[in-house]
């Protein structure tokens, strides 16, 4: 499965960060090999026709907020439905940016969305003092997010503080990296997040 997760960002055309740390490595397989997967090794990418142009931004943006099909169509007919209140890009950033598990992500309390699902799942962290397990679980600002007493001493947090050191959060997001704790200061925002596609081919995609 890990291996497929690079054959992904290879298909699609672009970095996904899908393996954490690996990712930003010069070993990622989308440097070595950027062409898509196959038996032809030169192989390159064929034209897209509109439609395909809207599935391959939609997949990115799926598999970039690591999301099954159902919770992002769901996403996307919700802003949809609320243009007149903002525009529909922003909207759709806020819902899924404010995700539980991109929070977690974000702060760097993991190193990619999938693994933050996987611990926020398992009850690895809370939400004012709150255990929370559902990834979907929107944050607002004041919000403020640690780790569970209990798990903290888990393997997969003891190099936790000397990778924080070097790492940067979103503005929205405020961290202290001696007491491990998050807290929500704001809203994000469109041009901070850059998504990795066109939003405007992932709202045409689910508007057919």
């Known amino acids: 499965m890990k291996n497929n997760r690079c054959k992904i960002c290879r298909r699609l055309g672009q970095k996904l960060f899908l393996k954490g740390e690996k990712c930003f490595s010069p070993k990622c397989p989308i440097i070595r090999r950027p062409y898509p997967p196959g038996q032809k ?11 395909g142009r809207e599935l391959r931004a939609k997949q990115r943006l799926k598999l970039w907020y690591n999301l099954k099909e159902a919770q992002l169509r769901k996403y996307v007919k919700e802003v949809l439905g609320k243009r007149g209140s903002g525009e529909a890009a922003d909207l759709l950033i806020k819902k899924l940016e404010s995700r539980f598990d991109n929070s977690v992500f974000r702060l760097g309390f993991t190193t ?16 004012n003092g709150k255990k929370v397990k559902s990834p979907s679980y929107q944050v607002k600002k ?5 780790i569970s007493p209990q798990k903290k001493e888990k393997k997969i947090f003891q190099n936790l503080s000397s990778y924080l050191k070097k790492y940067q959060t979103p503005s929205w997001l405020k961290i202290n990296k001696e007491k491990l704790e998050g807290e929500i200061v704001g809203e994000p925002t469109l041009e901070e997040t850059a998504p990795p ?4 081919s992932v709202f045409e995609f689910y508007s057919r």
Do not use: C, N
Request: no cysteine.
């Open 41 to 51: 090794r030169k192989r390159r990418f064929s034209p897209l026709s509109e439609y």
């Open 142 to 146: 004041g919000d403020k997010i640690t």
């Open 112 to 127: 990619s969305r999938i693994q933050a699902r996987q611990l926020v799942s398992h009850g690895h962290f809370l939400v």
């Open 197 to 200: 596609t066109e939003l405007s």
